[in-house]
């Protein structure tokens, strides 16, 4: 049995497009929800986890060939600044 996984694909896109595409993606699903982000910005290497860190959600990060993956999983609660 395969579970397929929504993929946003960013690549080509320079941040903070791919961190905004994810945010909004993130808005929409319930807690525990998870996708993967392709990106090609080097900038998304950083931007994307540390988005993540700061509202609660999970991020691991991957990368093959020129493209970032990052494995999203939406958190139950999301930190507040």
Do not use: W
Not at 2 to 7: G, S
Not at 58 to 63: A, H, I, M, P
Not at 66 to 79: C, E, M, N, P, T
């Amino acid at each position: 049995m395969t579970t397929d996984i929504e993929i946003i694909d960013c690549r080509g896109l320079k941040c903070p497009l791919p961190v905004l595409k994810m945010e909004k993606r993130l808005s929409q699903l319930a807690a525990g929800a998870s996708f993967i982000v392709l990106a090609t910005d080097p900038m998304a290497k950083i931007d994307i986890p540390l988005y993540c860190r700061q509202n609660g959600h999970g991020c691991d990060v991957g990368t093959e060939a020129d493209v970032l993956r990052f494995a999203i999983v939406k958190s139950g609660s999301q930190a507040k600044p």
